[in-house]
């Protein structure tokens, strides 16, 4: 190092600008410098910044008893090496980040930016440049990419589709999630509009909900059911809410998707084990019932051998008193018919069938359900008292499953009418009101009625009152009547018992 | 209260105006005379205690069922056999309504024949009893005819006592006795011993 460079000072500066540049270079957060471009850079001026930087004084680093690639970190001299070299080969000056490990043993990380200013008469190059502490700047950086990490980690496995758009609908992002559920990779989708993600039927009522939701009124997050289609066509049911991202200049929007697939299967399996336990209720019922049934039936019966006998004895009479043969044998097929009927009436009963809505006359429905009520009444000495209005209406059913419904509900009643130790002969009603565009149904029973308590738990599935209930009775009857668009509602009546009641459409 | 005045019926109650009807019509077809009610309440309102015969009774009724008809007119003091009309599952309540003094009780649907014959026995019974009962009445007129001391002879030549040890009882001459006797057979219609001690012991 005998063929040092002049200070710095001496070349550019003399008296007062020198001071100013002094003065300057010690505001200066980090270090300038002048060296030569060879091994470990000797330095022959820095500025006082550079006590700061790695806890050498001016003088320690300018006698060159230290070098400044002594302070470079081991595991980076080499990458500062040849990106130095490669500016200053092509004559452009150089910028690089790297780690120091400062006489205290502390690493930083600094940023250099220096150039060739001159070279020595043997051709070294001599550097001019500057090096600053960016360590806080550096750590910001990587807690950032850990955030970023995170958060990227978290959407991707989430089980819903998250996907950012642009404010034209432009798809920017797509986590894992969305890959799994369309089988488009992230990189095939991106640019594309996420209205190709639906059904291309649903593409209208999309746009609407996109355009609807880009400028949103409120906060509530707000959502559409829609059939999505993946990369092979397959459409699927979506659930689809969308959200404004907020705190970006440009409006960005994250759209969720969740695949309704599954959700709607579950719903239909419900559905059908609901129809499965109906049709076990009708059995149950009819258990119940069997008692009443085969009355129903032995009564005619009864008749029917009778008159048959009769008949036979009138012919065996002598001289035969045909008179009364055509009166016997009259009467006899008449309750032929009437057994006929009751077993037909058991068979609709004990049918599992779909359900359909059909247009009944609701006179013929409830008259029809009054008489097989009333076989069970009978039993418990109560009366169903029918009140009608004068002309019913056709209404939109499934009369099966309407009288079920209804037959339930009669049943309750007088069970809680005898829990109410009504009397012998005790009425309960069923009742139907023509409220112009429907039908009302009520059964209006004078039990128990019906206590906060029990109100509470009254649709549960598999609560009962009742010692030999299932508990699905109620239960069941209010999936029908809200399979036809109704409610089942209750209220206690005035002075004692309970009305239930629903309503049925009116076919005009 | 003579058996002209009141004829045997066959009562028939039940609910069911087909089974009613038909059971009318069958026992017209075999001759016998009945009469109809839809319940055992009215039944009840026309009863009167001189009614001769027997009831046909549904078992299971709304209203008062056929049990409870059974046990009011026992209470009443009805001797009217009851035959009663079972459905299916009534076994139970057949087998109380004979427990309770049932004449018998058919299944549904009726076998015809067994059940015209039973209707016979039943009638037949319904005789006798009353025929028993007009005695046992008209035993009773006797005995309440009887003086004070001739009632005491009664009691004990109907216990198989000797003249010679009633006159010791009751401490009159034996002679007495015999007038008494005699007079108690005269009154009571009796010709023989064994005569009077049957009407004592219907008396009992």
Do not use: N
């Given at each position: 190092m005998t063929d040092s460079p002049r200070p710095l000072t001496a070349k550019t500066a003399s008296g007062g600008d020198y001071d100013r540049l002094e003065t300057l270079l010690k505001n200066l957060p980090g270090m300038a410098y002048r060296c030569l471009n060879?091994?470990?850079?000797?330095?022959?001026f820095v500025s006082d910044g550079c006590f700061e930087l790695c806890g050498y004084r001016r003088q320690e680093i300018e006698s060159q008893l230290v070098l400044w690639g002594d302070f470079t970190h081991p595991e980076m001299i080499d990458y500062v090496d040849r990106k130095v070299r490669s500016a200053t080969d092509k004559g452009q000056p150089f910028e690089v980040e790297y780690r120091i490990i400062a006489r205290n043993g502390e690493e930083k990380w600094v940023w250099e930016r220096g150039r060739v200013v001159d070279h020595r008469s043997d051709g070294v190059a001599i550097l001019e440049g500057f090096i600053t502490d960016i360590t806080d700047r550096k750590l910001a950086e990587a807690a950032l990419m850990r955030a970023e990490a995170y958060a990227q980690a978290i959407v991707d496995s989430a089980v819903d589709a998250v996907i950012t758009v642009d404010s034209q609908g432009s798809i920017e992002s797509f986590n894992q999630a969305a890959s799994a559920m369309f089988g488009y990779r992230a990189d095939e989708v991106?640019?594309?509009?996420?209205?190709?993600?639906?059904a291309t039927s649903f593409y209208r009522e999309f746009d609407r909900f996109f355009q609807r939701n880009?400028?949103?009124?409120?906060d509530v997050i707000r959502s559409v059911e829609l059939n999505g289609c993946d990369k092979r066509d397959r459409e699927f049911p979506i659930l689809l809410s969308m959200r404004e991202i907020v705190d970006i200049e440009e409006k960005k929007y994250v759209i969720l998707i969740r695949d309704l697939t599954e959700q709607r299967h579950a719903e239909k399996e419900v559905r059908e084990q609901r129809d499965m336990l109906a049709h076990v209720d009708r059995l149950n019922t009819l258990g119940e019932m069997a008692a009443g049934i085969a009355h129903e039936i032995n009564q005619p019966l009864t008749a029917i051998s009778m008159y048959a006998q009769s008949s036979l004895r009138f012919l065996q009479h002598r001289p035969p008193r045909l008179e009364r043969l055509e009166d016997a044998l009259e009467k006899l097929s008449q309750q032929a018919h009437r057994a006929g009927a009751v077993i037909e009436r058991m068979q609709e009963m004990t049918r599992p069938h779909q359900s359909h809505h059909e247009s009944v006359d609701a006179g013929r429905l409830l008259r029809e359900i009054h008489g097989l009520a009333e076989v069970e009444a009978q039993i418990r000495n109560f009366v169903i008292v029918l009140r009608l209005d004068e002309s019913l209406p056709t209404v939109k059913c499934d009369p099966i499953q309407i009288q079920q419904v209804i037959l339930n509900l009669l049943r309750n009643g007088m069970e809680s009418m005898r829990a109410n130790r009504c009397k012998p002969g005790s009425k309960i009603v069923l009742q139907a009101r023509n409220l112009g565009d429907r039908l009302r149904i009520s059964i209006i029973d004078s039990g128990l009625g019906v206590s906060h308590k029990l109100e509470k738990q009254?649709?549960?599935?598999?609560?009962?009152?009742?010692?030999?209930?299932?508990?699905?009775g109620l239960s069941i009857s209010r999936s029908i009547i809200a399979a036809h668009g109704g409610q089942l509602e209750f209220s206690n009546n005035k002075g004692v018992g309970a009305t239930f009641y629903f309503k049925l459409s009116i076919v005009q | 209260m003579s058996e002209q005045t009141r004829p045997q019926l066959v009562y028939i109650i039940d609910d069911d105006e087909a089974v009613r009807d038909s059971i009318g019509m069958l026992l017209d077809s075999a001759d016998l005379a009945y009469c109809s009610f839809a319940g055992a309440d009215e039944f009840l309102a026309d009863y009167d205690g001189s009614q001769r015969g027997c009831l046909v009774l549904?078992?299971?009724?709304?209203?008062?069922t056929g049990l409870e008809l059974q046990n009011r007119l026992a209470e009443i003091g009805s001797s009217l056999p009851i035959i009663f009309i079972t459905g299916h599952g009534d076994v139970p309540m057949a087998v109380e309504a004979m427990r309770n003094g049932a004449f018998d009780f058919l299944r549904k649907p009726v076998d015809e024949s067994s059940f015209i014959d039973r209707i016979h026995t039943a009638l037949d019974q319904e005789s006798g009893d009353w025929r028993q009962r007009l005695d046992r009445d008209q035993n009773r007129e006797r005995i309440e005819s009887l003086t004070e001391r001739e009632r005491e002879v009664f009691r004990l030549v109907a216990e198989g006592l000797a003249n010679k040890v009633i006159a010791s009882d009751l401490g009159i001459s034996e002679r007495t006795v015999e007038v008494h006797r005699s007079q108690v057979m005269k009154k009571l219609d009796a010709r023989t011993l064994a005569q009077l001690v049957r009407i004592h012991l219907q008396d009992e």
């Open positions: 060879l091994t470990h850079w000797p330095m022959d991106r640019g594309q509009h996420c209205r190709s993600l639906t880009r400028v949103p009124a409120d009254l649709y549960q599935p598999f609560m009962s009152t009742k010692e030999s209930g299932m508990g699905l | 549904d078992i299971r009724m709304p209203g008062m």
